[in-house]
Each structure stands twice: as C-alpha cells, then as structure tokens.
C-alpha cells in the first residue's frame, strides 16, 4: 500500500540505517511489534527517538505500518523480515540505545530452539547490536520463559540485571498486554544493561560479504532440487514467467532467505547479504547444469 512506512527483506540493501538514523537523539528496535501499538505510541510519545519494528508476519507487518501512518509518526519504519537476518547481517554494530521484545512466542517445542530469542547466537547479536549501556527490555506472559531469558543472559558477561529505563514502569501495552492486564492475570518484566565486556563466542556475529555470483543465461533455468555444502542448502524450483526462485537455508543459524534468478539476464535477486558459501552453492548449481548439458548433447559420428 502506497505511503506505508513498510519495508521486506529486498528493501535492505537500500537502507542506508546510518543515515535514516543520524538526527534520532536515541534508537530503538522493536523485535515482533506484531500490530505496532507499543511501538507507535512510544514514537508518538518521544518524536526525537527513531524506532525499527520488526515483524515476520506480512499481514500483520502491513497493519502496524497502516497504525504508524494513521498516527502521523515519521519516526517509525515497520521491516517485515526475520529478525536475525536484519541483526546479522544490516544493523550496524552498536547502533541502538534499546531492545524491546514484547510477548514473544515462546516456541516451547524442542525442535524450534533456535528460535527463541534465548539461542545463543540470538543473545550475541542482541549484544552486538546494542552500545555499552543501551538496554534490552522484556515482557511475557510465560513464566518460564522469563526465567530461562534471565538465566540465559546471567551466564553472560555482556549483560547485568537491570536498567535506568524499565518496561514494567512505561505505562505503554500492547493490546495483548492490556488483554492480559483486563483478566488480572499479571506479566513478567526484566531488564538488562549491556556492559563493556565482550565474551569469545562461537557464533558469528559479523560476515565477510562478496560480489554476486554471475550466471551464464545460456544455461539457466538450473536444475531444481537441492544442493548442500555442509550444513547450508540451496534449493531451487521450477522457473515460471521467466524467473526461477529458490531457498538459501542455513541450518546451523536456522533461517533462510529467498532468491529469484531472472532467466534472461543471469541477474539474482537476494534478499540479504552474500557470503561465500551463498555463492559456492550457485557455483555448484551452475557447474552441475553444465554437465547436464554436455551430457545430453548429442554425439558427433566420424
């Protein structure tokens, strides 16, 4: 919808947050706004704080961008995106004074762990995306959840309970929070302060970004299926219309991006950053195309 303070994925590359950010006397990140109350009456409340909300749901993304337009707010841009891939690999290091996540879903099953905010590598980009002494601030309705959040980050030195600015004090709800509230049932806040101290961590918190791989049209579409390095995937279907989508998967951070090869031209269409072994994968698919080619073509009798 046209005038919607609505970004995706494709967008990032064009966002310069440095720039969109320089006159913001602090910034914050909204991690699932869902339908941008908490986010939209904090930016209506102090219009010299510049607010990134962040929500994966499309429908519901274009919802709190229709709440934050109607509110007259110009401080606030709705990204639909995964937010790991927007603190991995666009935020700049230590750019935001404030974290926020608000009711977020707990996603009790074991086979979605790395989709809590508690996985460890969550918790390092959460780190190295706030400035010493910026805040990360917590609301749920899950007691557990808080607790585990709590011990997540004890075991940490980049964090220590605690903040100037507290979200139990705020006196801004989401609507899911007034529901709760309405019921007399009570949420469960937290804060904590970013420190000075930085642990060695196995998880990456930074990439070494490359130039996009160049398809030869001649060969394209490529062959649909999947192609793996390790534990990173491409998987590739049928083209129509004259492009060709595919998934990059990474299972060892456990998100995926999408990616559109225009037939036509070898162009692809990445919505994020690429990295080497993006690139070796449609290396792979581009030589095994070839081969499929030169097997197929026919013989030549003498």
């Known amino acids: 919808?046209?005038?919607?303070p609505l970004r995706g994925a494709r967008d990032l590359p064009h966002i310069d947050f440095d720039d969109l950010t320089r006159d913001a006397r602090t910034i914050h990140l909204d991690l699932g706004t869902g339908l941008g109350h908490f986010a939209v009456e904090m930016a209506v409340r102090?219009?010299?704080?510049?607010?990134?909300?962040?929500?994966?749901?499309?429908a519901v993304a274009r919802r709190a961008a229709r709440r934050a337009r109607n509110a007259g707010v110009a401080n606030v841009m709705v990204l639909c995106v995964d937010a790991r891939q927007l603190l991995y690999e666009w935020l700049p290091a230590q750019c935001l004074d404030h974290i926020w996540i608000n009711f977020p879903d707990p996603w009790p099953k074991d086979r979605h762990a790395d989709r809590r905010h508690t996985h460890p590598w969550m918790l390092q980009l959460l780190a190295s995306a706030l400035h010493p002494g910026g805040g990360l601030h917590l609301a749920t309705d899950v007691a557990e959840y808080a607790e585990a959040f709590a011990v997540a980050l004890a075991a940490l030195p980049e964090w220590k309970t605690g903040h100037d600015l507290e979200r139990a004090e705020l006196g801004v709800t989401t609507k899911y929070e007034r529901k709760w509230l309405a019921q007399g049932r009570h949420p469960h806040y937290a804060d904590w302060t970013r420190t000075q101290d930085s642990a060695a961590s196995p998880w990456p918190t930074s990439i070494e970004r490359q130039d996009a791989p160049s398809l030869d049209p001649a060969t394209l579409p490529l062959a649909t299926g999947v192609r793996?390095?390790?534990?990173?995937?491409l998987k590739l279907f049928p083209d129509r219309d004259g492009r060709q989508h595919g998934v990059l998967i990474d299972r060892v951070l456990g998100y995926d991006q999408h990616c559109v090869i225009d037939i036509t031209t070898g162009r692809i269409d990445l919505g994020g950053v690429w990295t080497t072994w993006k690139c070796e994968l449609f290396v792979d698919a581009q030589a095994e195309r070839n081969q499929i080619s030169a097997n197929s073509a026919p013989s030549v009798s003498r």
């Open 228 to 233: 793996r390095r390790g534990e990173h995937l």
């Open 46 to 58: 102090d219009p010299e704080a510049y607010w990134i909300a962040v929500e994966h749901e499309g």
């Open 1 to 4: 919808m046209s005038g919607l």
